[in-house]
Each structure stands twice: as C-alpha cells, then as structure tokens.
T-cell receptor, first 112, second 114 residues
Framework: DSGVTQTPKHLITATGQRVTLRCSPR?????VYWYQQSLDQGLQFLIQ???????AKGNILERFSAQQFPDLHSELNLSSLELGDSALYFC???????????FGQGTRLTVV | AQKITQTQPGMFVQEKEAVTLDCTYD???????LFWYKQPSSGEMIFLIY??????QNATEGRYSLNFQKARKSANLVISASQLGDSAMYFC???????????FGTGTRLQVFP
C-alpha cells in the first residue's frame, strides 16, 4: 500500500458527461501529480500541485481541470467526455525528502 | 527534448534466471533522476529503484539493480533470480533536475515462465 488513495476505482460514464476523480496523498506530502495512462498515449503527466498551488502543467486538455484543497487532497475534473478519454488516471504524491513519487491504485475511467 | 526509450515491448525469462530490461534516455540536463516502476496486471504502479545522475555507484534494491552507463545514456534494469510474481509491465522514467514531473517510456512486458 503506497498510502495514496484514489476514488473511485472504476467509473463508467457516457460521452459528454463530467466526472470528478479524487486523490488523497500520503500524510504530509505537499506535492500531488496526476497522470493519464492510455493505450495510444502511454503514461503522460497531466498536472502537478504543490501545497494548493499549480506547479507544472503537462499535456492536459482544456476540458480537464484540477485543484488541490487546503487539506492537500486533490480532484481532477474531466468534462465533455469523449471516448478517447477512457484511460487509467493515476494520482501520485511525493514528500520533500523523497526521491520517488508514490502512486495510487488509479481510477479506471470508461467513456461509452 | 527529454525522452525515454524502451525498445523491448516484451521479454520472456525462465524462473530463477536473470533478465535485463533496456532503457535509454535523452536529456540535456546534468542533473536528473532515473526510475523503474513495476505495473502488475492489477494496475498499480510500484516503485522499484532509483539512480541519480551524480551517483557513482549503480543502485541496487534486493533482486533489482540498475546498470547505469552515463556516457551511453542507458539505465537498464537487471532482475536477478526471476520469480513468477515478477511478471508485469516495467516502466523506465526520468525526472530532470529543474522539473518535478516524470517522463515515462512505453514499457516492457515481462513474462516469467516456470
């Protein structure tokens, strides 16, 4: 168990809908990262938050947004969903003294 | 541009044998870190081993070792005494010194047979 909790584990929704993925980082970790793993794009970095502030942005679509709350949990919002958004979405967290990032179990999103 | 290349889509190895998974990287930074993660069929990403660009010794973690050849920009993962439970996808990743994000390779699927 990495200590990073993601909910829900599975999500099935229709095209055009909006969903929210939730992540609770390891206790005390200020950095939260979101990654998308899809068959055609592989594992891609989406966005990073550090202590509530956006720190870095990757290949995140404009239809997607994220935030990190004062209690350090993070949410990834995906809207106007398309079939191609079906993927495994990972959250990871890292502490200031850690070299590695710790990944959650992922949320498997299926858009039908 | 930073890039990670894993040229082996799939590898087979017999139980108790050693196996090497290849990884090459491209970066213009002097400071960077290299990682290997394991992804079993259940989907989670499990950290295996880390090598810093300034580390002179190859990293080792139990049965895992990283064969770091800086001049060749390679960071191969060596798994000794393979076990059936090692069957999984293995991803090589890099983090540059000025960035906090991980760049992943396309992965290698390892299958261990009895």
């Amino acid at each position: 168990d990495s200590g990073v909790t993601q909910t829900p584990k599975h999500l099935i929704t229709a095209t055009g809908q909006r969903v929210t993925l939730r992540c609770s980082p390891r206790s005390g970790d200020l950095s939260v990262y979101w990654y998308q793993q899809s068959l055609d794009q592989g594992l891609q970095f989406l966005i990073q938050y550090y202590n509530g502030e956006e720190r870095a942005k990757g290949n995140i679509l404009e239809r997607f947004s994220a935030q990190q709350f004062p209690d350090l949990h993070s949410e990834l919002n995906l809207s106007s969903l398309e079939l191609g958004d079906s993927a495994l979405y990972f959250c990871a967290s890292r502490g200031p003294l850690d070299t590695e990032a710790f990944f959650g179990q992922g949320t498997r999103l299926t858009v039908v | 541009a930073q890039k990670i290349t894993q040229t082996q889509p799939g590898m087979f190895v017999q139980e108790k044998e050693a196996v090497t998974l290849d990884c090459t990287y491209d970066t213009s930074d002097q400071s960077y870190g290299l990682f290997w993660y394991k992804q079993p069929s259940s989907g989670e990403m499990i950290f295996l081993i880390y090598q810093g660009s300034y580390d002179e010794q190859n990293a080792t973690e139990g049965r895992y070792s990283l064969n770091f050849q800086k001049a060749r920009k390679s960071a191969n993962l060596v798994i000794s005494a393979s076990q059936l439970g090692d069957s999984a996808m293995y991803f090589c990743a890099m983090r540059e010194g000025r960035s906090d994000k991980l760049i992943f390779g396309t992965g290698t699927r390892l299958q261990v047979f009895p």
